[in-house]
């Protein structure tokens, strides 16, 4: 288990009560009170939603940078997991590298990816680059000295992520979370709010444009 | 972004109603707590003969796994069950 689940546990292990005293009861019965509230809805859908962090992984210390901004991200509520859950490096046989990312990018529903030099974050960039369906769950982050130098050159990589977010030295875990916040919750309020009018593209009733302006004033079709 | 929203959205409901059922908040605290020696035959003696359907539902979500007869919180299962701690606060 990774270090921070570890630590998570242990905290579990000291807040909860011994099993069959009243404390113990109390503090079952006040979650299930508050779980049964409407309010509860927004942070089950939250705590759902999942986050692969991406970058370069290559070096034990570029390494180390993606675990601290996934354990913020955890720490800050928000569920996130680095593919190397999934992907072990030194090990040989089973699925590619290629295929865990095709499998992580499907279920999780956002993107963080870092900014990395060559090797280190080659395979994800060609990966994420030429896979549009996944553009709109990308956060790109990007050393703001090296976008500077880019922003002028379309025929630069950096065009291929429609969110671009820069940063400066030790600016990036404090973006990473404070972006993936924003992305989480509203996703999360839009699940809910669409879960609540039935509406969306794959609600039974829903009626295209085309078909809802047929016969207004002014329409031409 | 490109999500199926009616499919996450299921699916955070079908977990709300999975928590609530028969004694899962229990099992999950009692797992949280005592875990990783917990057998699911010391479930069912706390619990009843229904934690075992509860425990099912609970592995289906991907919170609890059991290995080598001994029942887990996965990753997922602690950080839900500091969420719920949260409510509780």
Redesign the interface.
Known sequence: MDGYFDEAKRVLEEKIPEFDTPEFRRMRDEIRKKLTDKEADLLITVRRLKILVLGDWFTAEKKQLLSDIKNNLLKNGLYAETIDRYYDMNKSGGLSQLQILETCCINHQLIVFIDGEGKGTLTEQNYLCSNYVLHGKILFLIDEAKFDKFKDNPSEYIRDFPTIITYKGDELTNKVVTYSKLRIYRLANIIKKQESAGAGLRSPNYEPWKERLKGKKGYKP | ??????R??V???N??TI??QNNN??IL??L???NPNVTTKEIEE?FGKDSAEGLKGLMSFNLVKEENCNLT?T??G???????????A
Do not use: C, H, R
């Open positions: 972004m490109g999500e199926n929203i009616k996450l959205s699916e955070a409901s977990m709300k928590l609530l908040i229990d605290l009692y949280a707590k005592y706390k919180l990753e997922e602690i950080f839900q069950v500091e969420g719920l701690l949260t409510l509780a």
